[in-house]
């Protein structure tokens, strides 16, 4: 037997296993780590150009609808700049950064390294995530801390770092003790998303519970159902205790939301949504087709603000915050078009590998039920924010998509691949 083709792969494997722990480890705790990680991806892509294409080829046919989506909102970002020059070629760099993030996919299923390297990197990212913001919340006496990000963006990635990792617990279901670190880790992630204060985080975990009760049957464990029932309990036990401030911004919340509707004070966290959205409808439906470049429609908001109609309290925001709103305002139906697409063909791509999972594939469940986790949080998180405002959320998403993807694709087994192959 020859045995060059495993020797030659397994530095490489190593190197990209490396990466793979690296990106989720270093993305709460460090200022650049998401950027850096991405970096790192596609500088190893160019390095073996013809290998990485190759290893993508047989996966075609799977994940040809995932990468048109991504390819589709950076054509519409270029085709943007060109009837608004003023945009700048900055508009471009998050849709292409986006897209090139496809460069991990590529070197997971060349290299193939263990689903454990990402695994522990995502519960080595929980668990130096939670003592950093604690430490500013209860030390620095800091309300909303969020590390290096915006509180809101650290609290989210953080959940998602929390349920990937708890997904990992499900994978080690038969292995107690690193079930038992994954869960850890878990922990670790939802109690560090709770510090930061950020509410929208509770809607994505209301439909996480969904999405793990609607895939029960797969997980035929006891310890599985503990853990899960274990770490939502704690969220919602969370909610009584007062240090957490949850029940008090629950209940601020509602108090907002009456408020706005009575016509009293807009400057609160919920009445400057509704208050922002209110605006966006206006914006939306006089340019439904096409939206305004992002400085315009600022200037539009601010003209409202100036007319009378949207109170003054809403100027000192950046975005509309609310993803599908954003899109429609600043893209119109095409922009919506390419907010959907990122996200329902990687769910589809994701929902597609969990229907085939067996007893002979059951490598494929984990990375599977994380990426669908993963897209779920971010459609969540996209109802109150705008998640993809921001580089760091936009990069940790399509890199975390198109991992899980690759480590999808890398448990095929074999005569499954070549059925792939044949189809293309």
Known sequence: MNNKPLMSREPMQVWIGFQVFLFPFLSLTTPSGIGFSSLLFLLSALCVPRKAWAALTPHWKEIRWVVAAFWFQFALAIVALLVRPEAGLDSLDKPSRMLLALSS?????????SPATLWWGV???S???LPFVAWQRIVLQVERPGGFLNAITFGDLALVLGLVALTAAIDYRHHTRKALLAGVGAIAGLAACMLTGTRGA???LALAALLFLSYAQLLRSRKVRLLLAGSFALVGAAFFVPATGMQERALQGVDDVQTWVDGGNVFTNVGTRLELWKGAAILIEERPLFGLDRNTVRAEIRHLVEQGT???A???LEHLHNDALQALATGGVFGLAAWIGILAAPFIFFARQMGRVSADAKTRFAPALAGMLVVLCYFSFGLTEV???SLKGSMFYALMVFLLMGFC???QPAREAKVEQRGN
Do not use: T
Not at 105 to 113: E, G, Q, S
């Open 387 to 389: 998640i993809f405002w």
């Open 314 to 316: 809403i100027l000192s």
């Open 123 to 125: 519960v080595a990212g």
């Open 310 to 312: 949207l109170d003054p």
């Open 105 to 113: 996919m590529a070197l997971v299923l060349l290299a193939r390294p």
């Open 409 to 411: 694709l890398a448990a």
């Open 127 to 129: 668990v130096a995530a």
């Open 202 to 204: 509770w809607v994505a």
